[in-house]
């Protein structure tokens, strides 16, 4: 029944021909000999590794699958939750891939046969490779909180992947009088983002002071230490006193359960009832990476660090928020990151050489306001199997620096998602 | 901020000397770079595009924010994670990239 992506490209190749009759070289033996990549997941991840494959060896068949025509970026989101940015400027999409030789397939991936090496299409259609690239970011966990699935995430929302959720929390802020409660519930680690939590309280903060300043901000979170906490903590006091509550796990923090038709948040210490509530629960990796066998009882994928493979199943490697990289955080940065080396492993190893150990880079901005920028880094290396922080190395941005510091990294963020959007995308 | 520019100023072309070096794969880091520092030449931002910069003013540069002489935000806490040898051979492969 399924097309095979062989069959389908030789038909191709053959019509080309007859109409090219320009064409020097013989392409169907061309296709025959080059190797074959499949890249699952259009994200920050997938889409840079699919572009990375095809500038260091031109001549493999690259094929991108990503079933949505738009990518709605994730980073800068919360601007859009806080009324800052529209969520057109977070949306990016795949028309300028053909130019680069990557195939872009607009369908979803349902089912990886890793023996065979091919993958199963929504449609019914099955793709051959030599080497399949996992890049499904994550998925929400409406298993892990009690109360909690897709329906109360349309009244309680995550606004954890981008688009519509976005869009509903920010006119739930809008719709709701001064003087309300907004809760944002944070999860354990790891996660999507990790400072993500905290950076979406100061940009609430900000609407919220702006608009509606008898408003309160109460963030409960299942982890008693967090992302940038010093600079994030600071910056709450210092840009809205007052107004941002942060309640720790070993405080009650920890959200067990919800009830959407109360907008209820409930902990062991007590309930919290909020005009809006963010709930952002668990997260594991997109589904496909478990279809494929590629997740162990973490809900993520164990990863060899030197060449991203799957430490359960040959041939398919896991890059970005899907993977457990050790000290690298689930970040777009890091994605972008891990999806070069990782191309260029695929790339050393289909050709029959032995990658290079590696050194990746994550940095991540956050904004506690539009002109107050702070900032994470990291240098990582192979270490015990696992990637490791290089020592002495990264750090988050110092404690005590005059605004203007804190105005050129609100600079320098902005100008991180202009250059990584265009590299990505453009 | 005037050093920085002067130090990573606009670097002679590299041409086509180096066809096989532009071809080679990255050096450990290098391809983290192009997360901030665009490699395509069309976006326009406040962070320096690399390629093709001159290797010895990267190299200088860096070695700059690693011992803290030259100010930055981010650079000093990255360039710390580098040995000479490292930036050298990553400055070598970003002034041949196109």
């Known amino acids: 029944m399924g097309v095979n992506h062989r069959m389908s490209r030789r038909a191709f190749c053959g019509a080309g021909a007859a109409t090219v009759t320009a064409l020097t070289f013989p392409l169907p033996a061309f296709a025959q000999s080059a190797a074959r990549v499949v890249v699952i997941g259009g994200g920050f991840g997938g889409a840079s590794c699919a572009r990375a494959l095809k500038q260091i060896d031109p001549k493999l068949q690259v094929t991108l699958v990503e079933p949505n025509k738009t990518f709605i970026a994730c980073p800068f989101s919360n601007n859009v939750i806080a009324g800052l940015r529209s969520i057109e400027q977070q949306q990016f999409g795949y028309d300028k891939f053909s130019a680069t030789g990557v195939t872009v397939v607009a369908q979803a991936a349902t089912a990886v046969n890793a023996a065979a090496r091919t993958i199963g299409l929504a449609d019914g259609t099955s793709l051959s490779y030599d080497r399949l690239v996992l890049s499904p970011g994550i998925d929400l966990r409406f298993d892990a909180l009690q ?121 062991d210490f007590g309930n919290h009832t909020a005009k809006v509530a963010n709930v952002i629960p668990p997260q594991r990796a997109g589904r496909i990476a478990t279809i494929a066998g590629a997740t162990d009882n973490t809900g993520w994928c164990a990863i060899d660090p030197v060449t991203f493979e799957s430490k359960s199943v040959p041939n398919i490697h896991v890059i970005g928020d899907a993977c457990l990289a050790g000290a690298m955080p689930k970040s777009a940065f890091t994605a972008n990151a891990q999806a070069k080396v990782c191309a260029a492993a695929i790339a050393t190893l289909l050709s029959g050489g032995s990658p290079a150990t590696p050194k990746l880079i994550n940095t991540c901005y956050s904004l506690a306001a539009p002109d107050y920028g702070i900032s994470v880094a990291g240098v990582y290396q192979p270490k015990n199997g696992l990637l490791a922080d290089v020592e002495g190395a990264g750090g988050v941005s110092p404690v005590d620096v005059p605004r203007d510091f804190r105005a050129r990294e609100a600079d320098y963020a902005q100008a991180w998602f202009a250059t990584i959007t265009a590299e990505v995308f453009g | ?80 994670g580098f040995s000479d040898d490292e930036l050298r051979a990553i400055a070598t492969w970003l002034a041949a990239q196109k």
């Open chain 2, 1 to 80: 901020m005037k050093t920085l520019s002067v130090i990573l100023g606009i670097a002679t072309i590299v041409a086509s000397g180096l066809p096989v070096l532009a071809a080679s794969p990255p050096p450990p880091g290098a391809a983290s770079c192009s997360g901030c520092h665009a490699a395509g030449a069309t976006v326009t931002s406040s962070i320096s595009r690399l390629y093709g910069r001159d290797a010895g003013e990267i190299t200088t540069a860096m070695a700059g924010f690693r011992d803290g002489s030259l100010p930055a935000t981010v650079m000093n806490r990255i360039a710390k």
């Open chain 1, 147 to 267: 109360g909690y699935d897709e329906a109360a995430a349309a009244k309680m929302p995550h606004a954890w992947k981008a688009g519509e959720q976005t869009l509903l929390l920010r006119k739930q802020l809008e719709a709701m009088d001064d003087g309300g409660l907004v809760v944002i519930a944070a999860p354990a680690n790891p996660f999507r983002c990790p400072p993500g939590p905290y950076e979406r309280a100061c940009l609430i903060a900000h609407y919220l002071k702006t608009k509606k300043p008898r408003s309160k901000l109460l963030i409960l979170d299942a982890k008693d230490t967090f992302s940038k906490q010093r600079l994030f903590q600071n910056a709450w006091k210092e840009l809205y006193p007052g107004m941002v509550e942060w309640i720790s796990l070993s405080q009650g923090g920890k959200v067990n359960a919800v009830d959407p038709a109360t907008n209820t948040l409930i902990t």
